[in-house]
């Protein structure tokens, strides 16, 4: 449903070396109460709805988790009112279901079902413009599909970066965009919901219809019904300018910081691993020599005040910083990626980074689409998938504090193999902030914020099912490491980003105790009985 976007470089190298993989069908117990629901209906909606193994349903989901399970059955509606038949089928035997809309979520169980029903909203991908400049998107499109719509009209909508993202999850969760700078996240960009509540019956939910219903739907989650439609306020955009920078750390800063750190191989590899391993760390030393590395805290601290410099720059729409490290080649890499919403003025404005040594860059000026392209060839489906998510207040020295936590952690997964450790970092610009009071606000719980933030994500990827416990342990540990060194530095914030946030995180606890309250208070109105919190395990719960 969501995605880290921006998996770096490590995620080509390391497909090269993964000769196979041990995914596997988990078989679960379908009990009796979801068997029921899938018989009536078969026997209500039977075209809408299949029972059994299909083939082509685990090919929608990005990680290999999800896919992997096995729903009791998948009810796919063609119409809002399908959904509101077949969601009171569903409730009526008290069926756990989980809702589809792109199937870009890491979370297993979030947008495919372990026994219950998924209900895939794939067929709701109409895309519209209307009048008043208003583009009408179903929850089920995917954002490469929604930009190639409108790119004809010169026009584009706030939407997700990553071309095979789904919308719903995306907005639902908040939505940042190329375009966030000029003109917020895309929650506030929503004119209308159209939305299948907990009661079966099918709204519209805006400013006017249902102002508390329309302000909690502006980054509640899946809490409150199923949205079928999203009505997004179009601006005019042509091509962009920008792409990705590719850097090697400086081998010898590496292990200087390793060697202060007190760190040393701890663990054997397979023959094949070590000579790659011991071959790769070879040409790293010779393109350092060659000048082709970065000292660590000159590509923390340019990246820091390229985006200090940018504050008033409403075009610099992207300026992220990455680092990785690559468990099946033992090699740490750095990346910068920036987007400039014009095609003039790009370069000079991010000359800093672009200056910074690199290995390969990709700026051109493109559309919208091609860079949502590009996100996704660095974004690969098919692997397990882990995210979390931090906040703190914009500090390349905690950046360089949270480098050494990493360097520290990562020997714990140095034998997982099929992938490795990302760690990004994207300013929230103080210009996004007044965005987020649009028709009517949103419960983030950020308007107070009176200096820049920098959201933390960690994406972590790997194949085999064997090693999820050493992942999920590394992922873990290094998180609550990062959040310690913040609240040691008081530079911590509360705010989790949605959609980067991993399962367990409590994302609510960070839009603040009143918007909470508030947020609960709406749910015990539009779903007394909390359907969507009892039936639906997926999702961030208020």
């Known amino acids: 449903m969501y995605s880290l976007p921006f998996a770096p470089l490590f995620l080509l190298l390391s497909s090269a070396c993964v000769a196979s993989s041990d995914q596997k069908v988990l078989q679960e117990t379908t009990d009796s109460s979801c068997h029921n ?62 809702i589809r809309s792109g199937g870009h979520s890491s ?30 998107v179903g929850t089920g499109a995917k954002w490469g599909d929604v930009f190639d719509f409108l790119e004809p009209f010169n026009l ?33 960009n929503v004119k209308n919901f159209e939305v299948v509540l907990a009661n079966n019956s099918i709204v519209n939910v805006n ?5 508390d219903l329309f302000w909690a739907l502006r980054g509640g989650g899946n809490n409150f019904g199923i949205v079928t439609r999203f009505d997004l306020q179009t601006y005019t955009q042509g091509p962009m300018w920008g792409g990705f920078n590719f850097h090697l750390m400086s081998y010898s800063d590496l292990t ?11 663990s054997s590899l397979p023959y094949v691993h070590s000579f790659i391993s011991n071959t790769v760390s070879l040409i790293w030393r010779a393109l350092c020599v060659l000048g082709y590395c970065i000292p660590v805290n000159t590509f923390f601290e340019t990246w820091q005040n390229t985006t200090i410099e940018l504050a008033n720059n409403l075009h610099a729409a992207n300026t992220l910083l990455s680092f990785a490290y690559v468990a099946d080649v033992n090699l740490h890499l750095g990346c910068t990626i920036v987007h400039y919403t014009s095609t003039v003025g790009g370069p000079a404005a991010y000359g800093s980074i672009s200056k910074l040594p690199k290995v390969y860059n990709t700026y051109r000026n493109a559309s919208i689409r091609d860079f949502c392209d590009e996100q996704k060839r660095v974004n690969l489906a098919g692997s397990r998938n882990l995210w979390l998510a931090a906040t703190f207040r914009l500090n390349s ?45 949103n419960p983030l719980g950020l308007f107070a914020q009176k200096e820049p933030l920098m959201m933390f994500g960690i994406t972590i990827k790997w194949k085999h099912e064997a090693d999820d416990a050493a992942v999920h342990a590394f992922g873990e540990a290094f998180l609550q490491r990062a959040v310690d060194e913040g609240k040691k530095m008081g530079l911590w914030h509360p705010y989790i980003y949605q959609n980067y946030a991993g399962k367990g995180q409590d994302v609510f606890e960070g839009y603040g105790e009143e918007n909470r309250k508030r947020l609960r208070e709406i749910r015990g109105k539009y779903d007394p009985e909390e359907v969507f919190g009892r039936l639906v395990p997926g999702g961030f719960k208020i």
């Open 397 to 441: 020295t905690l950046i360089s504090h949270i480098y050494n936590i990493f360097l520290s952690e990562t020997p714990s997964i140095r034998l997982v193999r099929g992938g490795g450790a990302g760690v990004n970092f994207q300013p929230i610009f103080l210009d996004t902030i007044p965005h987020f009071s649009k028709n009517g606000g």
């Open 207 to 211: 400013q006017d219809s249902a102002p």
């Open 37 to 98: 629901a899938c018989q009536a209906l078969s026997l209500s909606l039977g075209s809408l709805t299949h029972v059994g193994l299909s083939p082509s349903h685990g090919q929608k989901f990005f990680a290999t988790q999800q896919a992997n399970l096995i729903p009791a059955c998948i009810f796919t509606p063609s119409s809002p009112r399908d959904l509101s038949v077949g969601l009171q089928t569903i409730k009526s035997y008290g069926c756990h279901f989980a």
């Open 256 to 266: 200087s910081r390793q060697s202060r750190l007190n760190l040393t191989s701890t």
């Open 156 to 188: 584009s909508v706030v939407g997700g970066r990553v071309s095979d993202v789904g919308v719903g999850g995306l907005i639902l969760g908040g939505g940042i965009s190329y375009i966030s700078r000029r003109y917020g996240w895309a929650i506030d």
């Open 107 to 136: 979370a297993t169980g979030w947008s495919n079902s372990d026994g219950g029903v998924s209900i895939d909203l794939g067929e709701f991908k109409d895309v519209e413009l209307v009048k008043d400049g208003i583009a009408r």
